[in-house]
């Protein structure tokens, strides 16, 4: 991590995190956790969101989840409050692209899986999770999305028009969660080192460091610090926002 992190104090905080077992999900857990809120991963990798928790400590509660079921959300929703009581924060950060195709190659399979676990995932886990909040009259929710969504992406039709739901399914909660004081936001990453793009090949890798303005890849500490902003005090008057931290020339 670049720096001294962010000093945000969540003690208290009951902090609920998608994707947690690697990558930005897990950097986002250990931020979180070292600024004091209790954490639940969900992941379909339970083993590696059980080694995340183990770098936690006690408060941390790894959950085998796949976004893309509603009754495996439900159960990790629920598997939350048995242990916890409550859930202050969450962080959706579980999804990802599914190959390269262009349209007119993609089958119905494989447009509905992309779709299902970006979209429907996004859906099914803050839907969730708005009833829990709901009910707590407060809450704050924060959507991991991409640039993608706005921009589109060569080839990955489904993908980006998945993140463009995302953005679309955070605004619409804002407005209907907000009288309940619930914030909802979004935030592009921009790409971002971590396993899925490390699995490319160098060419790819160097073709998407070109396109960044800045010449290089986030690192997902730095994703978190943002994401440890965008859920702590500092912006509880913030919501129905899609914040992108810099966008690819192509």
């Given at each position: 991590?670049?720096?001294?992190?962010?000093?945000?104090?969540?003690?208290?905080?009951?902090?609920?995190?998608?994707?947690?077992?690697?990558?930005?999900?897990?950097?986002?857990?250990?931020?979180?956790?070292?600024?004091?809120?209790?954490?639940?991963?969900?992941?379909?990798?339970?083993?590696?969101?059980?080694?995340?928790?183990?770098?936690?400590?006690?408060?941390?509660?790894?959950?085998?989840?796949?976004?893309?079921?509603?009754?495996?959300?439900?159960?990790?929703?629920?598997?939350?409050?048995?242990?916890?009581?409550?859930?202050?924060?969450?962080?959706?950060?579980?999804?990802?692209?599914?190959?390269?195709?262009?349209?007119?190659?993609?089958?119905?399979?494989?447009?509905?899986?992309?779709?299902?676990?970006?979209?429907?995932?996004?859906?099914?886990?803050?839907?969730?999770?708005?009833?829990?909040?709901?009910?707590?009259?407060?809450?704050?929710?924060?959507?991991?999305?991409s640039d993608r969504g706005l921009y589109g992406d060569k080839s990955r039709a489904a993908y980006a028009a998945a993140k463009g739901g995302d953005i679309a399914l955070v605004k619409t909660l804002a407005l209907e969660l907000g009288q309940y004081q619930i914030t909802v936001n979004a935030l592009n990453p921009g790409t971002t080192n971590t396993p899925a793009v490390r699995s490319g090949t160098a060419s790819m890798r160097e073709q998407r460091i070109k396109a960044d303005p800045l010449g290089k890849l986030s690192e997902p500490e730095e994703i978190a610090e943002m994401v440890l902003f965008l859920t702590g005090p500092a912006a509880k008057f913030m919501t129905g926002q899609l914040i992108t931290t810099r966008m690819r020339f192509g």
């Open positions: 991590m670049n720096g001294a992190p962010i000093k945000v104090d969540l003690s208290g905080k009951v902090a609920l995190i998608t994707g947690g077992a690697s990558g930005i999900g897990r950097a986002c857990a250990e931020l979180l956790g070292a600024s004091r809120a209790r954490i639940a991963i969900g992941d379909l990798n339970l083993a590696g969101a059980q080694e995340v928790c183990s770098t936690i400590g006690s408060d941390a509660l790894a959950i085998a989840a796949d976004v893309a079921d509603s009754a495996s959300v439900q159960g990790m929703v629920d598997a939350t409050i048995a242990k916890f009581g409550q859930i202050d924060i969450l962080v959706h950060c579980a999804g990802g692209a599914v190959g390269r195709k262009d349209v007119v190659e993609l089958t119905d399979e494989e447009w509905d899986r992309a779709i299902r676990v970006n979209l429907y995932g996004a859906m099914y886990v803050m839907r969730a999770v708005a009833r829990i909040m709901i009910a707590q009259k407060n809450g704050t929710m924060l959507a991991i999305t």
